[in-house]
């Protein structure tokens, strides 16, 4: 009975969502670009091992990880919410492919989280594109002077719907608000 019990411990152990998150991630990372990769592992650090990391992955209920995501959603980052959901749900599937779970309780939580603003991105008026096209033809430099300006346009750009309070992107709103994440 006491021997069952240690196995049963042991195993909970080995199968808690963290070390299931950490074994898939180390056998995808290689198949991932180096800054995706970090992402990654640090959402699963910051939001969800905190939470569920020592639980053992069969055990945890859909209940229980939207509390989790709607407390990334509460700190105003829809979008990491989301992304998160997504890594979780590739976890169970790796979970349920190598027998440590049965069911993928992330395909639960379809249409729970709140959807992120999405607003377009600013135009040019018609005047300023003819200005722009006029601008542009009159220019005589070469390719690395056309991409300076256009970068020196672009802070430029930015700064202006910056002062103006415009949003430009989910991702943007989020880096504001303190997204625990580097920003480049």
Do not use: C
Request: hydrophobic share 35%.
């Amino acid at each position: 009975m006491r021997k069952k019990q240690k196995i049963e411990t042991r195993e909970n152990v080995v199968n808690s969502f963290k070390n299931v998150a950490v074994e898939w991630f180390e056998k995808n990372k290689s198949a991932m670009a180096e800054r995706h990769a970090f992402y990654i592992i640090s959402r699963l650090k910051a939001n969800i091992f905190p939470f569920l990391g020592s639980i053992p992955i069969k055990s945890i209920t859909s209940k229980e990880l939207l509390a989790v995501i709607r407390k990334i959603e509460e700190r105003g980052a829809p979008e990491v919410a989301r992304r998160t959901l997504q890594v979780v749900g590739q976890v169970f599937r790796y979970a349920i492919a190598t027998g440590r779970a049965e069911h993928d309780i992330s395909r639960d939580l379809r249409g729970a989280l709140q959807s992120a603003n999405k607003k377009n991105y600013p135009y040019f008026s018609e005047k300023e594109f003819q200005e722009f096209l006029g601008r542009f033809a009159e220019f005589k430099g070469n390719a690395i002077q056309i991409r300076q300006s256009r970068q020196s346009a672009w802070r430029l750009s930015l700064q202006a719907l910056a002062s103006r309070r415009q949003e430009i992107s989910p991702m943007y709103r989020e880096k504001r608000r303190g997204s625990p994440y580097p920003e480049s």
